[in-house]
Every structure is written in C-alpha cells, then in structure tokens.
Antibody, heavy 119, light 107 residues
C-alpha cells in the first residue's frame, strides 16, 4: 500500500524557515518523480515544486523560486522541502505527491501538513 | 504559464442528474489534461488523466472528453458522495497548473 506521510508543518514568523519531510513507503521511491503541492485555506491548488527520481532535476513555481529547495534521500525514502524567507502568503496545507511513472499526473497524495506564517 | 478556467463555479443538482463541468486552457494542452475530486478535509483524488482515461478504481459514471483547449468532465448520474470540488490540471508545460475548481452541491 502506497503511503506518503508529511511532517514538519508549524507556526512560523514571517522571514523564518521551515523544513518539511515526506516519508514514502509501498512503492519504489527511487523510480518516481516526487512533488509538493500546496493549498491555502479555502483556496485552490498550486504545484510548488518537483524533483526527478535521482534528484538531479528540480523545478519551482515562480512564487517560491529562490526561497524554497526541494530534495530527496532515496536511501531513506524521504522527500524534503526547505522553505526560507517565509511570507504570510505561503500559509497553506502542503501535500507531498507522487505521479504516475510516465506522466505528471498525481496518482497519490499525502494527508498534508499545515504551514502557518504569522507574527 | 498556461491558465485554466473552469465553469461553472458552482453546480447544484439533484441525485441522478447529469453534471457537466468545463475546463478551458489559455493555449493548447493537447490531451494532457487531468481531473481531480476533492472532498472537505481530504487530499484530492485523481479521476481522469489524459483527458479521457479513468484512473484506477474510478466509477464508470465519471467520464472525460476534449482536446486542445476545451475539456469536459461528465458525471452521468450524480450520487450523494459526488459532493466535492473538482479541479482540472494540465501537464503540458511547467509550471503545471490547476484550474480554480468547480464545486458540485447535491440538492
């Protein structure tokens, strides 16, 4: 059974940093692109970042570029999102997600972790 | 960035009725369009990918059609559990984008 379990969400002040983690199981983690998608309270979905199977290729939404860094540890089956210079507008539930092996279509989502940026 | 627009914003129908949801792209996305369902307090769930392919375990009452810039998700006969927000998503070019969603209410 595929499982994605996020952790690390918290209340943080503007300008602060946070690192999210996503522990994966039930599939061959090292074979799949992995992603972070966020959803602000009561709002729609934003695809934040993606990383290829060996970690050599990453992409970011313009709104987080230069502030967020996606990474992975295939030995630990874990995905990360390092978030720096956080802003109020980064407040959201952050979902870890995996896509189909050959298509950027999310076939499994974690339960999400809430990041709140507020003073 | 490819912008997706969805209509209507809200759809209120009775059980057994047919629901037709629209998604329009600002430029062609070929057939690289997916649909997701999100219920309150839950993560989204994949319904349809590549415009018309049902994901594993999705009931046959859900179907998708379209290509280029205009797409449709059809729920042939609404069930009470179909009450949710439905999002379309394109994977043609990065950044991959979602539409703003259509909320389906069951009367």
């Amino acid at each position: 059974e595929v499982q994605l379990v996020e952790s690390g969400g918290d209340l943080v002040q503007p300008g602060g940093s946070l690192r999210l983690s996503c522990a994966a199981s039930g599939f061959i983690f090292s074979s799949f692109w992995m992603h972070w998608v966020r959803q602000a309270p009561g709002k729609g979905l934003l695809w934040v970042s993606r990383i290829n199977s060996d970690g050599s290729t990453t992409s970011y939404a313009d709104s987080v570029k230069g502030r967020f860094t996606i990474s992975r540890d295939n030995a630990k089956n874990t995905l990360y999102l390092q978030m720096n210079s956080l802003r109020a507008e980064d407040t959201a539930v952050y979902y870890c997600a995996k896509t189909l092996v050959d298509k950027s279509v999310i076939d499994f989502w974690g339960q999400g972790t809430l990041v709140t940026v507020s003073s | 960035e490819i912008v997706l627009t969805q209509s209507p914003a809200t759809l209120s129908l009775s059980p057994g009725e047919r629901a037709t949801l629209s998604c329009r792209a600002s430029q062609s996305v070929s057939s690289y369009l997916a649909w997701y369902q999100q219920k309150p307090g839950q993560a989204p769930r994949l319904l349809i990918y590549d415009a018309s392919n049902r994901a594993t375990g999705i009931p046959a009452r859900f179907s998708g059609s379209g290509s280029g810039t205009d797409f449709t998700l059809t729920i042939s006969s609404l069930e009470p559990e179909d009450c949710a927000v439905y999002y379309c998503q394109q994977r043609t070019t990065w950044p991959f984008t979602f539409g703003p969603g259509t909320k389906v209410d069951i009367k």
